[in-house]
Structures are given as C-alpha cells and as structure tokens.
C-alpha cells in the first residue's frame, strides 16, 4: 500500500477519536487499531503521528475547496465575492467543526505555531491561485497576507456560529471582505496626497525590496491589487 493510501486509510479512522482525543498519540494509535494497519507502516506513513494526519486533514479540505471552485459559475461575480465564495467553499468542506476545534489548539502550540501558519497561507495561496492570480510582485505577498486575516478571523466567528445555515458567519465574512476594501480605498487616496505619500514611502521601499515569488510560484488573473475586489 502505497503511503498516501496508508494515511488516508489512517485519517479515515482517526476522524471518530479526535472530537474526544484531540489530534494526539492516544488517537493515533486508536485509529490504527481501527484500520488493523501495521504500526510499522502506520509510523513510516505519519513519522509525527497525529500531527502528520491534522495537516492530512487540513490539506484535504483544501482539494475539496478546489474542487467545488472548478465546478463553480464564478464569472458572473465581482471579484470580492469569488473570494468570498472560496472562503465559505472551504469552511463547508469541514464535516465536524470539532475537527477544527482541537487542530486549531493543535497549531496553536508553540512548536507546531509555524506549521498551523504555513497552512493557513497556503489554503489562502490556492484560493487566490485558483481564481487565477497572476501578480508577481509584493502584491504578490499582501493579498495572501491580507486573505489570511480576513480566513482567520472568519474561522474563529464560525467556530461559535450556530446561527441557520451559518448565515451570521458569511454576513461577517463579507464585512471583513468590505474593512479591506475600504483599507484600500485609504491606501490609494493616502497615494494621492503627497503628505501621506511622503510617510508611507518608507514602509512601502522596505516591502519593495522582498523578492518576488519566481514563476513557478503563480498562475492566472491579471491584476495588481492587494486586495479583494
């Protein structure tokens, strides 16, 4: 069985334990118990254990988001609310919210901080990469950075939503959305005036100077907004 098979097989099984265990050792060696795997195999597949299954799991509801984004008739819409279609595509991918709950307190631990990060930008990359980003510049880095506030924030409201049909979660979602809009809208009239101007050009030089994601790094919209739209 190849290693992938082996620790979807695993998360399959981890999924009922982790409500209750958390992503952790006692549910790691519960769900290979339950999927009467080789804890050799097991452990050769998920050398960090539960770890390695909550960035499995994480993983596996982006490639469900970007499957309903290929489906989706996005082209009818405003930029703004195609990402705002991504961000809500993701969270509905989630079968348990309690899933999330304890990966969330999982990332939250000092030494695995920069991994729960590093998900969340990379969830936030696929999103403006699947609605066809083509920016290579510090644009580039904002949008991903700016998008990972507006996800973030969005998950913390939904995970203590119980409103019908999360409706309460996407009205703040598309107030997030409509913050960096209007953030925008400063930073470009700040642009205008040479008073302003003249005080962001430092920070804005310093940005300037991050090198630039390489080709390989980007695929398809026109665009050098750092924003939604």
């Known amino acids: 069985m190849a290693q992938q098979d082996t620790k979807t097989q695993l998360l399959q099984a981890a999924l009922a334990h982790v409500p209750f265990e958390g992503w952790t050792e006692t549910t790691f060696k519960a769900a290979i118990e339950d999927s009467g795997m080789e804890a050799s195999a097991a452990r050769t597949a998920c050398p960090r254990g539960a770890v390695d299954l909550a960035v499995a799991y994480h993983l596996a509801g982006d490639q469900v988001m970007l499957d ?3 489906e989706a008739n996005l082209s009818e819409f405003r930029f703004r609310d195609r990402i705002a279609t991504a961000v809500r595509l993701r969270l509905e991918a989630v079968e348990d919210k ?3 709950r304890r990966g969330m307190a999982l990332f939250a631990l000092p030494h695995h901080a920069g991994e729960g990060a590093q998900l969340t930008w990379g969830t936030c990359d696929k999103i403006w990469t699947a609605l066809g980003d083509s920016s290579n510049d510090i644009n580039w880095y904002t949008k991903r ?3 990972s506030g ?3 924030s969005t998950v913390l409201y939904w995970l203590g939503d119980d ?3 999360h409706t309460a979660s996407w009205d703040f979602l598309d107030r997030r959305i409509e913050n960096v809009m209007q953030f925008e809208t400063f930073k470009a009239k700040a642009r ?13 030089a310093v940005l300037g100077r991050i090198k630039a994601p390489s080709d390989t790094q980007q695929a398809g919209m026109p665009g050098r907004w750092s924003g939604p739209k």
Do not use: I, K, Q
């Open 68 to 70: 309903h984004l290929a």
């Open 98 to 100: 309690e899933l999330v």
């Open 145 to 147: 950075a700016t998008l």
């Open 150 to 152: 507006v996800y973030g």
């Open 163 to 165: 409103s019908a049909g």
């Open 192 to 204: 205008e005036n040479r008073l302003l101007s003249g005080l962001m050009a430092g920070p804005l």
